[in-house]
C-alpha cells in the first residue's frame, strides 16, 4: 500500500518548505531580477545618471572581441574541469573502495581538500607553480621546460584548471565513493563467476549502476566550472596574462566593479545564468535519458 504524509495542520507543509523557499527567493530570484533590470540600463559608476537602453548592452557584448574571447576560455575551462574532476574522483573512489587497511585514512585525505576555500586554495597552487619559487616550477625548469604562467596563456590556463579541479575532487569523490559502497557485491560477484575481469566488470557492471550519481555529478561540475571558479581565478592568474584567463564570472566582476560599467557587467550575468540553465535543461533532457535508475 502507498504510504503518504497526513498534516493535522494544512499550513504545516508551507511552514516546513518556507524557510528553503525564502532563502531562494533572497539570494537567487531577487539578485537574478535585479540583473535583468539593469542589463537595460545605462548608467554613470556614482548612479546619478540612468538611462533605459533596452539590448543596447547585449548587442555591445556580442560585438566586443575581448567577450567572444572570454566565452571560449570559459567553454575550454569549464570542459576540462569538469572532465578530469570527475575522471579523477571516480579512479580515486575505485581505489579507495578497495583499500582494506588504512581505507578511513585514504578517505580522510581525499576529503580534506573541500574544506579549504577556493581563495586559499588559488594561493597554494599558485605558490606551488611560483615561476621563482614554486617547487613545481623548478622541477619542470630542471627538465627544461620553460614554465611561466605570468607570461603564458598555457600555463595559466593550466594553473587554474589544476587548482579547480583540485578543489572539486573531494566533493565527486564522496559521491562516487558512496555510489560505489551501494552497488551490492552480489552482481560483481555473479560477473566474475561468468569470467569478467576487473575492467569488464567496471564497465559492464560497476559504471553503469553509477550513471545516476555520474549524471548529478555531470550538473554540479558545470555550474561549479562556471559559478564558483570566481576565486580561484583572483587569486591566482586575475584574468592574465593579458586576458587569455578571463573567463566570464571573473570578466562580469572587472567590468561591474573596475571598469564601473554597471550594465554591461549585469547584461554578462544574465547571459551567464542563462547559459548555465541552458545547459541544465540539455543535461536533463538528452543525457538523463542514458541515465539507469
Request: aromatic share 16%; proline share 4%.
Amino acid at each position: 500500500m502507498e504510504k503518504r504524509a497526513v498534516f493535522k495542520s494544512r499550513w504545516l507543509p508551507y511552514v516546513l518548505i518556507a524557510p528553503q523557499l525564502l532563502i531562494t527567493l533572497i539570494f537567487f530570484f531577487l539578485p537574478a531580477g535585479q540583473a535583468i533590470h539593469q542589463s537595460v540600463l545605462m548608467e554613470d559608476p556614482f548612479g546619478l545618471a540612468v538611462e533605459f537602453v533596452g539590448l543596447q548592452n547585449f548587442k555591445d557584448l556580442f560585438a566586443d572581441p575581448n567577450y567572444l574571447s572570454s566565452f571560449k576560455i570559459t567553454m575550454v575551462f569549464s570542459v576540462l574541469v569538469a572532465f578530469v574532476a570527475m575522471a579523477l574522483s571516480l579512479l580515486f573512489a575505485v581505489c579507495a573502495d578497495r583499500v582494506i587497511r588504512g581505507a578511513n585514512a585514504y578517505k580522510t585525505f581525499l576529503i580534506v581538500p573541500y574544506a579549504i576555500a577556493p581563495a586559499v586554495a588559488g594561493v597554494l597552487w599558485m605558490f606551488i607553480f611560483n615561476p621563482t619559487l614554486g617547487v613545481v616550477s623548478y622541477v619542470l625548469h630542471a627538465l627544461g621546460i620553460d614554465w611561466n604562467y605570468m607570461i603564458s596563456s598555457t600555463d595559466a590556463l593550466i594553473l587554474i584548471v589544476v587548482a579547480a579541479v583540485w578543489k572539486q575532487v573531494s566533493y565527486n569523490f564522496i559521491f562516487f565513493l558512496a555510489g560505489l559502497q551501494a552497488i551490492p557485491k552480489s552482481l560483481l560477484e555473479a560477473a566474475a563467476m561468468d569470467g569478467a575481469g576487473p575492467v569488464r566488470r567496471f564497465w559492464s557492471v560497476v559504471f553503469p549502476l553509477l550513471s545516476p550519481t555520474t549524471f548529478f555529478l555531470l550538473v554540479m561540475n558545470v555550474v561549479y566550472a562556471f559559478f564558483d571558479t570566481f576565486a580561484i581565478v583572483d587569486a591566482t592568474t586575475q584574468g592574465g596574462p593579458g586576458q587569455d584567463t578571463n573567463i566570464l564570472v571573473y570578466k562580469v566582476f572587472v567590468d561591474g566593479f573596475r571598469n564601473m560599467n554597471f550594465g554591461g557587467s549585469a547584461a554578462q550575468s544574465v547571459i551567464l545564468m542563462v547559459m548555465v540553465i541552458a545547459l541544465t535543461v540539455v543535461q536533463f533532457r538528452f543525457i538523463e535519458r542514458r541515465v539507469n535508475y
